[in-house]
């Protein structure tokens, strides 16, 4: 069911297939085979899985000592996976599962990502590009996450080919299995439009002025800036505590 229907409606990943599942074809191939080899807890996990799943967060969250699920107030899984949804101004972001009763002032639709395996509580970071004034490229960017108890390698901040425009912020929501803390810094690597037809109408870099990470379990905002915020195509940059 994805219409809301009470004080607190929660959407983890979504509300749609959960991480670890398989997708709506993969249930139906996997379920006809386990159907046709007689397999019945097959076949349950199979179509099941997803549906499944609440009565294990649900499990898990009694058992939650670091990670709480916590959840984010949000218009759609669109905006939230955008990374522009990482606010608990008010007090606003619920735990879901067994605390959820604990939060009886809030209202409305929550979103939170889990992982693929147990433990499936996940932390939620965002990170926003903002650009400088130059005209920058098109093309795609990808980060690494440096942060005081870990790593975040190759995240892909855009799989299409995107057109970075002047004095514009662009976000993408992170997940991590574990709290990594506060982002230290973050390596930008751009790499431009591969177009014969459209690739010469672009410059050959990126700017970007300074990078902002916001760690959501803990509501800890992180600016990172550099001396040098033009960045060439196969090139990176490194930004640092401003």
């Not at 810094?185 to 177009?195: D, E, P």
Request: aromatic fraction near 12%; charge should be neutral.
């Amino acid at each position: 069911m994805i219409q809301p229907v009470g004080h607190l409606d929660f959407y983890p990943n979504g509300g749609f297939d959960q991480p670890g599942c398989n997708s709506h074809l993969g249930k139906l191939t996997g379920g006809i085979m386990s159907a046709l080899a007689l397999d019945y807890e097959g076949f349950r996990r199979e179509v099941g899985c997803s549906h499944v799943r609440s009565i294990v967060y649900f499990t898990e969250s009694i058992e939650a000592t670091a990670c709480r699920f916590m959840a984010y107030p949000c218009a759609s899984i669109g905006n939230f996976m955008a990374g522009k949804c990482l606010s608990c101004s008010g007090g606003s972001c619920p735990q879901m599962g067994f605390n959820a009763d604990q939060f009886r002032g809030a209202n409305g639709s929550y979103y939170l990502r889990t992982s693929a395996v147990s433990p499936f509580c996940s932390y939620h970071y965002s990170v926003a590009l903002s650009t400088g004034q130059s005209i920058s490229g098109k093309g795609t960017i990808h980060l690494k996450i440096v942060a005081a108890s870990g790593t975040i390698d190759d995240v892909q901040f855009n799989s299409d080919d995107m057109d970075f425009k002047s004095h514009s912020t662009y976000s993408i929501f992170v997940p991590s299995s574990k709290d990594l803390g506060a982002a230290q810094s973050v390596t930008v690597k751009f790499q431009k439009i591969n177009s014969w037809f459209t690739g010469w109408f672009y410059p050959d870099n990126v700017e970007i002025d300074f990078v902002t990470v916001i760690r959501g379990e803990s509501q800890q905002q992180s600016k990172l800036c550099t001396t040098k915020a033009i960045i060439q195509s196969g090139s990176s940059g490194t930004y640092t505590s401003c």
